[in-house]
Each structure stands twice: as C-alpha cells, then as structure tokens.
C-alpha cells in the first residue's frame, strides 16, 4: 500500500482533554423535498470515480463510506476518506462526511488503516479465548485498547477542510456498538458481560471528548432495532442508525409479510420515544421484503439482474417513502439502497443497482406534517395515515402492497397521486388572483330570481345564476359594468345583451375561468358585448 502512515503509538499516551464539554447540534434538515433529507451509506474497495463524487455531492447532504474503503486503489482507507471527502466539500461545502469506524471486530485495523503497524505490535490487545476463531476482536476489557481506538479517532477529528474552516469529517460511524452483553462473542459469559461495559464505556467517552474539541462532531452508534435499547443510545451519543427499518426480524421469514406488533412497537415505541426528540435518526430503508441479507426475499424471488433490481428499487420507493414519513421527524434521514455499495445509492459502478435516472419522487414537494401520524378513521387495526402539506401517507401493516403517499402537488409521472401539471397550474394561478384581490370589496350576489321577467323559460334563469357565480368568482368591482338584459337587471344599461347572446358570453367567461387565462384584467373579462 502506498500513503501515509501515521504516527499512532504517541496516541497512546494522549493527556486528558480539558476544554469545558459542549452539546453538539443536532442534525436538522428541510421538509420542501425528501432530496433534502437524504443519507448514503456506501462502501466501495475503490475509490469512486469524480464523476460519481460530483453525483453524490449533489444528491446526498450526508455522506458515509463504509468498511475498507479505496484499499484497492493503493491506499488505506484513512487516506481515501479524506480524498473523497474533500472532494465532496469542493462541490458541496455543506455535505456532511462521516468515517466509518469499527467498534468490535479487528479486521479494518488489521488490512485497511494506517494504524495496523502500531496494532500489529500488540497481539496482547486481541480478545483471547474466544472458542470460535473466525474473527479476532478487538479486546475492551483492556484500558489501553480502549485508549488505541479513541486516539486513532481524535487523529481524524483534528482534520481539517482548511478551505471552508471546519472539521474534514462531521461524524464517525460506530459499527458494532454493544447494546448489551457480548453474546456474539463465543467466550465466557463473564467476559461477555465486561467486554459489552467496555464497549460502551469507549463510546460514551469518545463522544464526550469530541464535545471538548468544540468541533460539533458527533458519534453514529449502530444499529436502534429495539425499544429496550433507546434508553442505551441515547446516553451514549446523539445519534443512532436504523439500520434494519421493516425487514428481518420485522418479518415473517417464509411470507416477507410484517410482524404487526413487533413493527408497531418499531415505529412509535423505539423510533417516536421521548428519548429521541432531541437525537438524530439515520433510518436505513430497503426495497422489498428483505428476510436473509444480502439481499435476499422469501423464496429467493428477489430480482436477479442488476436491471431488475434497478426496477424493483424504483418500484418499492413509494411504500418505503410511506413508513419513513408516517413517523419521520426533521431529525430522521432517509437512506435507501440494496445493500452498502456506493453503486447501491449512485448510477455509477459495474452492476450498479441504484437506477439509472435515480428517484425522480425524491423532487416531488413534500412540506411539514401537518400532525403525527395516527390510526386511519373507520379502518382495521394497524392502519394509519399522516398528513403533510403537499402529500398524504397510508401505512397498513397487514398489507404492505397497500402503502404508499399520495402526492397533492408535482409530476404526476413522478409523484403518485399528483394531479395533471395544468390543474396545478391552474389552482396556482387561481390562488396568485385570489390573493392579488382579497382586498377588494365583493359585490353581493346578483339576485336574479328577484328580477327575471316570468315570460322567460328556467335555462336562461339557470344560465344567469351560473352567471353571476362566475361574476362573484371574478371579484368585480361594480356590477353595474357588467352588460345585463334591459329587462333582467336592476343595474339597466342601453346597450343590453339579446337574451340569444347570453350563451355567448356565459362560453366565453366560464372558458377563461378554466384556461386561468390572467393576462387580462377582471374589468375587461366581464365587460363582454356580443357581437
């Protein structure tokens, strides 16, 4: 490998930070398109392309590249990160980086970094006696292990994109955060138990030492799946991943329908609780019913081809979309893909399985909520609905072909549900007119009946009535403008209509009210005179 190597072993003896602890921001993002709330987790053992950066800096506001990225390019994956992640902030200076870093197993330290010549120096900081040799472990019983792997990270925290003066990484990924005892682990159970207090010990302090760098740094702890884990997150760091969001254990195995009580306790115990309002959620969603990873659905019916899944990633965006935005907050993200290859979340890559136009919907106007989501009126249990701005969300979890959002306002090809582009504009500009007048005073409704002469059959009384909703609708000033029959108005002018000419003024006015036709002003749209 080529690239530099850092000098960690002085790490080792790093003295206590002393800079008073600050609370870091929480990660907050805009609700005018679900494109505003995105997040990529991604790995490639290359480095990806500048064309596929560009992409990923212009789509994504977070941006993750996971285990051993870019090794194959001749580097470690230190040296990669920070390539990329300069490159990111060169298109996009707000782009969050974020370093993925492992918390348990030793194979990124051992092949990928630039810590391995000092971790290779101390084979005494492998967890020993662990009967099930298929990986080695990091061993977090031990303080100056602990001690290692923090150093290596504030290494990183000190880097800096000197051109937009701030930290090169915004966030460091934990993957294999313990929420518990070390069951996984084939040791003793006393070990278990030691091993999962030092892995969460290490966590909480890393992050309390990136509060008092005073950078805004924050720690992304894997994965929130259980509401008994809530409370374990939530001391140890601001934010978590969701990283298994209505699939596995959320499923049944052989059907690939959901489990009712297991994902309504995941969407409004674990993911809603108190204890996150003042966290950041990274929801990691999947197109279709994902019962074994990777990538596989009951059967083994999933897509095959990369085209295919191309297909079915695009298919299943929709009823993704509903169960993020039936409980998404403006501190969830979204993150959408097949699996954790950058070619998963960008059209770049051999076999890519992102789609080639990418997901159009992620444009389509969203809004706020306009409430939390609740059970659906007069429906079967486990049903439920959301409002927001520009779209309604639908959530049935004994069906889950049945969910979707149903989009008020965007590109019907696009956005599910919107209507045709011309009735938007339509009510567009019929709003734009409505607001330009709110001032003006509004001539009580003509009272036609008042005045008709009884001589005259009901179709011209009906078409005066339609009339003069249209003349109300338009908001004129005067009705006394407004050309009548001699013998049908209060308002009488010489000039009056022939009652043969009232279905030609009446086509006339009721077409502008549908073309939205605004060029002209109101006054002139109702002084017609028939030819």
Not at 50 to 57: G, N, P
Not at 98 to 104: E, I, Q, S
Not at 164 to 170: G, Q, V
Not at 290 to 318: C, F, H
Request: with cysteine.
């Amino acid at each position: 490998m080529i690239g530099t190597t850092a000098a960690l072993s002085a790490l080792l003896f790093l003295p206590p930070l002393t800079l008073a602890s600050s609370q870091p921001e929480i990660w907050r993002h805009s609700w005018k398109n679900v494109g505003k709330m995105l997040y990529m987790h991604g790995g490639n053992s290359s480095i990806i392309s500048d064309e596929a950066t560009f992409f990923t800096a212009n789509h994504y506001p977070i941006v993750a590249f996971s285990n051993c990225y870019g090794v194959k390019s001749g580097v470690y994956q230190e040296d990669a990160a920070m390539t990329t992640a300069r490159k990111l902030r060169e298109t996009n200076p707000d782009v969050k980086n974020v370093f993925y870093w492992k918390v348990d197993i030793d194979t990124q330290v051992k092949h990928c970094s630039n810590a391995q010549s000092v971790w290779n120096q101390h084979p005494e900081w492998v967890l020993a006696n662990v009967t099930k040799k298929d990986r080695g472990y990091y061993d977090l019983t031990n303080p100056a292990v602990r001690t290692f792997w923090k150093g290596h990270l504030l290494s990183l925290a000190y880097e800096m994109d000197k051109k937009n003066k701030k930290p090169l990484f915004d966030a460091f990924y934990m993957d294999g955060f313990s929420d518990g005892d070390a069951h996984q682990i084939s040791i003793d159970p006393e070990t278990q138990h030691e091993w999962g207090v030092g892995n969460r010990q290490m966590v909480t302090e890393m992050q309390i030492e990136l509060n008092n760098l005073g950078f805004n740094q924050l720690l992304v702890i894997n994965g929130l799946d259980a509401l008994q884990n809530v409370p374990i997150h939530a001391a140890a760091s601001p934010v978590s991943m969701v990283d298994h969001f209505a699939i596995l254990q959320f499923l049944n195995r052989k059907t690939g329908d959901w489990l009712q009580e297991p994902m309504k306790t995941l969407l409004f115990d674990t993911i809603r609780s108190p204890m996150n309002e003042n966290r950041t959620l990274l929801i990691k969603a999947w197109p279709g019913p994902i019962v074994k990873q990777k990538d596989i659905w009951p059967g083994k019916s999933q897509p095959k081809t990369p085209e295919d899944m191309r297909k079915a990633a695009q298919d299943y965006l929709n009823a993704a979309l509903a169960l993020f935005l039936l409980v998404a907050e403006d501190t969830m993200w979204f993150s959408y893909s097949w699996f954790w290859g950058a070619s998963d979340y960008v059209p770049f890559g051999k076999d890519h399985t992102c789609p080639d136009e990418f997901y159009p919907t992620f444009e389509c106007p969203l809004g706020p909520p306009r409430g939390p989501p609740r059970p659906a009126d007069n429906a079967s249990k486990y049903v439920y609905v959301r409002e927001y701005k520009h779209a309604s969300v639908y959530v049935d979890l004994n069906n889950r072909t049945a969910c979707g959002v149903t989009w008020h306002k965007g590109d019907p090809k696009h956005c599910p549900g919107a209507p045709p582009l011309k009735t938007q504009k339509d009510r567009a500009n019929r709003k734009k007119r409505n607001r330009k007048g709110k001032n003006t005073k509004v001539t009580p409704r003509l009272d036609i009946s008042a005045s008709l002469n009884h001589e005259h059959d009901e179709d011209v009384h009906s078409m005066y009535e339609t009339a003069a909703e249209a003349f109300q609708r338009y908001r004129a000033e005067s009705l006394e403008s407004v050309k009548l029959p001699n013998d049908f108005s209060p308002f009488v002018h010489p000039e009056g209509l022939e009652h043969s000419n009232i279905r030609k003024v009446l086509k006339r006015l009721l077409k502008e009210e549908e073309e939205d036709n605004n060029k002209s002003g109101t006054q002139e749209r109702l002084n017609v005179v028939a030819e």
